[in-house]
């Protein structure tokens, strides 16, 4: 994954969005003119989840590293505070100050840590956040090279600590089952190699913890007593291989993509019981990672994932202990399960390109749509020619337009529909979303986008989208 270097600045600003949206997996309606007015998003309010935005007025409290958290009230820092299930989790960053080193023209580091608040055992609580901390501390020492494998070819290449381009450390809370808490901490790094090259290279490290006892969970106690769950996670490593095929440059993504196939490096043997995973909130999905410690797979600038589907042979209640609560709060929360929905290959548009010549522009579309629906379902998901027709007068109307302030060629379109869905226990929930950004050629700088996503939620098998009071 060798590139040229790109500008210090864009990656601090990208490093910072990506990591607030996968926090927050927030969705928000907005059209923003060319001065960027519009409406700023509101806190997220879903069910038993809220989004709280710090007070940046208010002084951190300096006691201890969790003071900080304050259940219901205003946040004492700069960042969020999202509460799930019984749990809250408190995210703290760096902002755009960062961390460098002591020559002031050396690498860059953004830092997100998230804690826990809500258990009745402090003691505990604190002991989580301690691991979580230290965690994010290790991948945050920038004189630390990345532990991947091939790490001894990369430094014949250059590869140095000194030349570090800048790091992006966050902690993500993937899962709140049960008493489970399934948590991973990530680090991506920028390097410069001999000869001007750059490489990214990428770690994730998990913790997988029973609530009741602070205790890590053996991946294999997740499975009910009747199920082999080694075997049934091999079955699933080995067709994902033969899905793949055998490669000498697997087409591998190692940061924030996940769910795709798998590359053999050397032969496959089987799972170790240790084997690094973490449990998807969303879906309920168990998410192996192979880094360097499965050198039988290619992951040579970081990890690789591979989701495996174990809701029906998993016993997630196991570690809920019955009659006692372990939480702050005595309110009963219900996980509803993220279940894929089947795409109809044929209505379903992967990575099309539709090019708009006249700027050097395109249209990229990824629409899935799903058997077993309705028409007007299929209809909201789909994406048909006068869509895409519609999206192109008002790229071209909206360019032209710009030209004419900045000058001919001035201006870079660029559009996108994006639609999927899925299955939240007896209810469906379709996403829609179209995107247009205009932007100068010399400098990128946006001065036009229009974001405008729509949601709709069904019961399932009626046609009628739900309102919030139903």
């Known amino acids: 994954m060798f590139r040229t270097r790109l500008n210090r600045k864009a990656f601090r600003a990208a490093a910072i969005l990506i990591t607030l949206l996968l926090l927050l997996g927030a969705c928000t309606r907005q059209n923003k003119d060319p001065q960027g007015n519009g409406e700023p998003p509101q806190d997220l309010e879903v069910g038993t989840s809220n989004t709280e935005s710090g007070d940046s007025s208010t002084p951190e409290a300096e006691n201890s590293p969790f003071d900080w958290a304050k259940g219901n ?4 820092f700069n960042g969020y505070t999202v509460k799930m299930n019984n749990l809250q989790y408190h995210e703290k960053n760096n902002g755009d100050e960062g961390i460098y080193s002591e020559n002031s023209d050396g690498p860059w580091c953004y830092r997100s840590d998230t804690l826990i608040e809500g258990l009745k055992n402090k003691e505990l609580q604190e002991e989580i956040n301690i691991k979580i901390i230290n965690k994010v501390n290790e991948f945050a020492d920038l004189e630390r090279l990345p532990n991947v494998q091939g790490i001894k070819v990369l430094e014949a290449k250059g590869l140095d600590s000194k030349k570090l381009y800048y790091r ?3 902690t993500i809370p993937q899962c709140k089952m049960g008493n489970i808490l399934s948590m991973a901490v990530y680090s991506y790094s920028e390097y410069e190699l001999d000869g ?4 990214s290279l990428s770690e994730c490290e998990t ?3 029973d609530l009741n006892t602070g205790k890590e ?3 294999l106690d997740l499975f009910a007593d009747n199920v082999d769950g080694i075997q049934y996670l091999n079955d699933a490593v080995d067709k994902a291989v033969l899905e793949q095929g055998l490669s000498d440059e697997p087409d591998m993504y190692m940061y924030y993509e996940s769910g795709f196939g798998l590359s053999l490096a050397g032969r496959f043997t089987g799972l170790k019981e240790d084997q690094k995973y973490y449990l998807s909130g969303t879906d309920g999905n168990l998410v192996l990672i192979f880094d360097h410690e499965t050198p039988e797979f290619h992951a040579s600038t970081g990890y690789s994932e591979l989701r495996v589907d174990i809701t ?3 016993a997630f209640d196991r570690f809920i202990l019955g009659g006692e609560n372990i939480y702050d709060s005595d309110k009963v929360v219900y996980n509803l399960l993220q279940r894929p ?3 109809d290959s044929l209505l379903s548009s992967y990575q099309d390109i539709i090019e708009i010549p006249e700027f050097s522009a395109a249209i990229w579309i990824n629409a899935e749509v799903y058997e077993g629906l309705s028409e007007s379902q299929r209809r909201f998901l789909s994406v048909y020619d006068e869509d895409i027709v519609e999206m192109k007068n008002l790229i071209y109307e909206k360019a032209k337009g710009y030209e004419k302030q900045y000058g ?10 994006y639609s999927h869905g899925f299955r939240y226990g007896n209810y469906i929930s379709l996403v829609r979303n179209e995107y247009i950004s205009l932007n100068l050629q010399d400098n990128w700088v946006t001065v036009y986008s229009s974001d405008i996503t729509e949601d709709r939620c069904y019961k399932l098998g009626q046609d009628k989208p739900l309102k919030i009071e139903d």
Request: net charge negative.
């Open 207 to 209: 913790l997988n913890i």
């Open 408 to 417: 001919s060629g001035s201006i870079q379109p660029y559009g996108a529909i």
């Open 168 to 170: 992006n450390v966050y």
């Open 196 to 199: 001007g090259e750059s490489i």
């Open 217 to 219: 969970i053996c991946m």
């Open 341 to 343: 929905l089947k795409p």
């Open 73 to 76: 009230e205003k946040s004492y």
């Open 312 to 314: 029906e042979v998993a």
